[in-house]
């Protein structure tokens, strides 16, 4: 499928900052004073940045009032209010830390179990897809909740965030493996798609149409096998073994940062392999697919 900028940076973003959001909240980091107002404001910048970028991605602005209105069947619905909900209860966290208040840390444990949540509820709304098999699988969530608890661990300098990375290289891996025979295993072919199997092995003779349009634009999306193979070393160096590998040296808080940096750059390519090797099913009524 099409790797939308947007989608990339939402998917991105708000993963990293919800995931050092629950941090925060579950009181794995305690900071306070002006330490903790910058480090709450860097997990709110990151997950609000995400959230906003995800509405660059919904065509109208107004759609976003409406994604709160299906929570009962919507993946996305859910998101929306488990996301908010998240920001809402641990604001009062984030001043008590800051402002040195004393406030219980309950409602900043049950942000953190809601901070994850969000993560979670953002991967079903890709894993419920069961027209993009790749996407349809057990992995999708695990990759999803792995690389917010590993970027969390990092920011929050946690002693066996190097372990956390490390893990996330391994879903990774896990994930293009079992991924790239989705397509295969759930036997779609031109042939199920139009109904012909019956009869023979369908070809396409000609497309239905002369010029482009939104399905071949958004759906059959196709990147080189070399480029992929390029890519996957990329992601799985910038966001498991180089920043693992920095962690491990006696740098302090630039150590820190530059595993951030690096795992955030390698989290950015991840995801956008994540869309680019989708293969929607759509693909098979214009031969595009297996």
Request: proline share 4%.
């Amino acid at each position: 499928m099409h790797p939308a900028p947007s989608v990339i940076l939402f998917s991105t973003l708000s993963g990293l900052g919800f995931g050092f959001l629950a941090f925060l909240g579950a009181g794995i980091l305690l900071p306070s004073g002006w330490a903790a107002f910058f480090l709450w404001g860097l997990g709110y910048g990151l997950a609000v940045a995400g959230l906003l970028a995800a509405t660059f991605h919904l065509g109208n602005p107004k759609n976003a009032v409406k994604a709160f209105s299906q929570w009962r069947t919507s993946w996305l619905s859910r998101e929306a209010w488990a996301s908010v909900a998240t920001l809402v209860l641990l604001a009062p966290v984030a001043l008590s830390d800051w402002l040195g208040l004393g406030l219980s840390r309950l409602p900043g444990q049950i942000g953190a179990g809601l901070a994850l949540f969000t993560v979670l509820t953002t991967a079903m709304i890709y894993t419920q897809i069961k027209a993009v098999p790749r996407w349809h699988l057990w992995l999708t969530p695990v990759m999803f909740v792995s690389f917010a608890i590993a970027g969390g661990a990092v920011l929050a300098g946690a002693p066996w965030a190097s372990l956390a990375l490390l893990a996330v290289g391994a879903v990774l891996l896990a994930t293009w493996r079992v991924g790239d025979g989705a397509f295969a295993r759930a036997g779609q072919t031109l042939g199920a798609a139009t109904g012909l199997d019956q009869i023979g092995l369908p070809t396409v003779f000609e497309p239905a149409h002369t010029a482009g349009n939104y399905l071949l634009r958004e759906m059959i999306f196709v990147v080189g096998r070399r480029h992929a193979r390029k890519l996957r070393l990329i992601a799985l160096v910038l966001a498991s073994l180089l920043p693992a590998l920095v962690l491990l040296l006696p740098l302090g808080w630039v150590g820190i940062a530059l595993a951030a940096l690096l795992h955030l750059a390698g989290a950015l390519a991840a995801r956008w392999l994540f869309f680019a090797e989708a293969e929607h099913v759509v693909g098979l009524y214009y031969g595009a697919r297996g």
